[in-house]
């Protein structure tokens, strides 16, 4: 027989630092991003992550509405032990006409196990004339009802009410009863739900400061269809709420919810809060990025904070202040949020760019001002030609080691190669390429297959380097990206080649350019052996 939630409670009474509640509903709302799918186990890692982050909530799901859903609030139960957070399970309002105790989607937040529930309730009355299809007396009732039962059961309660904004627009009065209503019945915490994502951040100060007035605690939950989820959230803090909702990453339903992160290291950073645990703030850059390849959604590179753009400096003009100080060209410290500044070589850099990308990669280049300029130069005349040193610093550490060593660093010497493709009776083409080089004082001729030239041509040098450099058996290619140059002369337009080779441990992206895609591959492939044996500390013949 089931005990009461009074004893199944997981995780109860973990509150946040202070008492201000970071909310997340990454496994909620998160999940309702077109395209993202979360198995149990997704869930149970993403779960850890956020404890590990410090949020004082996380909601995983709505149990009951789903097998999976009801499956992890079980699991979570038996296993999840979460160090801060407590975990809140998501669900609706009774049905109208219909009492809380009968109702079967309350009794699965009931015997979820989670010592809160998050109830989403209708305060627009709109909603609740044409989408519930009931009276706005009977809402309110909903709304009480449910909020007391569960209270009763022993489990808190928070109330998120779906299109506040709009509603208190649309009928200010009844907005602010079914606020009161949800407070007098015990709600703990009353979410203010911009759900169509439409509002500005002065619409959402003016609006909250009248809600205030009700005394009721109250949270913020803000859609970014406007661009202003992060913005109206802050917007709702400095007008009074002490409760933010949002997703890692701003996952979410159309454009996403609250960027969760941005919503911390702002209330942290600039609004000089503590509402994490101290130092946790900065394992957000890491958290976020474990997030993502959980929810296999590439991490935008622009995201505020936690994205690798988000301090890596291209224009020459930036570097060169970044050299004396890099708070001239930076809002906060990185590291404050576990990132790290980056310089982008490209022919946007000057010497100050690449003196301190130099730096980054091991080399002093600041002794020799000729040879600086030179590098300057020598990067601009190469981009003019179609490579790109931004997205290649394998590349650009090869050119730089010439440039210190006055030659290119190198392994062997290519003889010839060369490629065929056939497609005999029609079958898919097969392509079979021959390299011709002398290694280690070795002379090498090696027939490589591949299901395409370049795979021929990758098959064949490897294998012909390997029997010299038994390294580069750990070398693989793990991406290969190709990009048609159109210089606007038509016909002479060039192809650019970025490969990224991998050992196993790290990786490393090389660049190339030719008149066609075999020539540009070619470069960019010994580029990449060049490069994978130099890392591994194997002597070449410039530098010993
Ligand atoms: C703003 C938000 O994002 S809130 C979160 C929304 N999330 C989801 O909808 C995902 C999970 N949902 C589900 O799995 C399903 O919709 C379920 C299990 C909840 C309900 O499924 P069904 O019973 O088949 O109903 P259906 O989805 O067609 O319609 C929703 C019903 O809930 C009612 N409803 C909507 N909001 C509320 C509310 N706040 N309180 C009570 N009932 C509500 C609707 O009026 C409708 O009732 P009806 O069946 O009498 O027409
Ligand atoms: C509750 C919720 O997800 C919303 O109103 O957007």
Known sequence: MPTGPKDRAVNAGHQSVSDFHVYDTTMRDGAQQEGLNLSVQDKMHI????????????????????????????????ELGLKHATLAAFGATRRAGVQASEDPLIQALRDSGASVVTLVAKSHDRHVTEALRTTLEENLAMVRDTVTYLREEGQRVFVDLE????????NRDYALEVVRAAGDAGAEVVILCDTNGGMLPHWVTEIVTDVATTGVRLGI?????????????????????????????????RTGNADLITCVANLELKLGMTVLPEGSLADASRISHAIAEITNYPPSARQPYTGVSAFAHKAGLHASAIRVDPN???????????????????????????????????????DDPARLARVTDRVKAMEQAGYTFEAADASFELLLAEEIDGARPSYFDVESWRVLAESARGDDAVAEATVKLVAGGVRLAVIGEGNGPVNA??????????????????????????????????????????IE?????????????????????????????????RRHGVASRTNG
């Open 457 to 498: 041509l990758d098959h064949a040098l490897r294998q012909a380097i390997e029997q010299v450099y038994p390294d580069v058996a750990r070398f693989h290619l793990i991406d290969f990206r190709v990009r048609i140059l159109d210089q606007g002369h038509g016909t002479d337009a060039v192809t650019r080649v970025l």
């Open 221 to 253: 939950h803000a859609h970014n269809d406007t661009g202003c989820a992060v913005a109206n959230s802050m917007a709702a803090v400095q007008a009074g709420v002490t409760h933010v909702q949002g997703c890692v990453n701003g996952y979410g339903e």
């Open 328 to 366: 001239l060209y930076q809002h906060i410290d990185p590291a404050l949020v576990g990132n790290d500044m980056r310089l982008l070589v490209s022919e946007m850099a000057g010497r100050a760019t690449i003196e301190l990308k130099g730096k980054e990669l091991g080399f002093d280049l600041a």
């Open 163 to 170: 299109h506040f904004f709009d509603g208190y627009r649309a």
């Open 501 to 533: 080779t991998s050992d196993g441990k790290d990786s490393w992206v090389t660049v190339g350019v030719g008149a066609n895609i075999i020539e540009a591959s070619w470069e960019a492939l010994v580029d990449a052996l060049t490069y994978g044996l």
């Open 47 to 78: 779960a850890r992550h956020l404890d590990d982050l410090g949020v004082g909530y996380i909601e995983g799901g709505w149990p009951g509405s789903n097998p999976k859903d009801t499956e992890f609030f079980a699991l979570a139960a038996k």
